[in-house]
């Protein structure tokens, strides 16, 4: 994969030093409440995993798929929402987590589907934020790093569902984008 990358955006010990931060202000803001945290596949998952480990109390879990990508770089702007809640939303403190918000539709969609459940409080955070694009009037209430405008891969996000396994976020070379590799 290594090969692929012309850059690192944002290299693992930024990451880190992020999370330790961020798990700190969510420890303050959720002590004492039933947390529950959806999280958005797949995108999330590597930052999920990552964040929860920082969390000395008990956190309840589940996911909401949404998809609006396809296999290409750019937004098809519809969002597709599937989920099977296996744990109950009412009266509890949602936290909704996310890879990246882009254009706000996504972010916004899903938060208005699990508004319908009655949640105690509802917010949602991202690990990227790229405002240049934004077409809802959403902000995330946490966000870790700002992202320009080029599709970036790695720590959880994917393209054409390869490079969420490596430990930082990139862009990929051009050429990549071109000829669809590895
Ligand atoms: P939005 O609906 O805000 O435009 O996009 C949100 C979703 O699009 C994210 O959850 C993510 O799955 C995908 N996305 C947006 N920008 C990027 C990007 O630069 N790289 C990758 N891999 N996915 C992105
Ligand atoms: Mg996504």
Redesign the pocket.
């Known amino acids: 994969m290594e090969k692929d990358i012309a850059r690192v955006v944002v290299d693992e010990k930024q990451i880190k030093d992020k999370l330790i931060e961020l798990s700190k202000t969510l420890i303050n803001d959720y002590q004492n409440k039933e947390w529950t945290i959806i999280a ?1 596949l797949n ?1 999330s998952l590597v930052f999920l995993a990552d964040l929860i480990r920082l969390i000395p109390f008990s956190v309840r879990l589940d996911t909401i798929d ?1 998809s ?2 396809g296999d290409s770089t750019i ?1 098809k702007g519809e ?1 597709n929402i599937i989920h099977n809640f296996k744990i109950d939303i009412e009266g509890k403190h949602v936290l909704v987590i ?10 916004k969609k899903v938060l208005a589907d699990i508004k319908k459940y009655s949640p105690a409080s509802l917010k949602s955070c991202v690990l990227l934020n ?1 405002s240049g694009r934004r077409q809802s009037k959403i902000k995330p209430d946490y966000c870790c790093f700002n992202v320009g405008d080029d ?3 790695g720590y959880g ?3 054409n569902n390869k490079y969420r396994n490596l430990p930082y976020v990139a862009v990929l070379n051009d050429e990549c984008y071109r000829r669809n590799c590895p």
């Open positions: 958005v995108g949404a609006s990508y937004s969002v996310d890879d990246i918000i882009d254009t706000g539709n996504t972010l790229r599709f970036v891969v996000l994917d393209y």
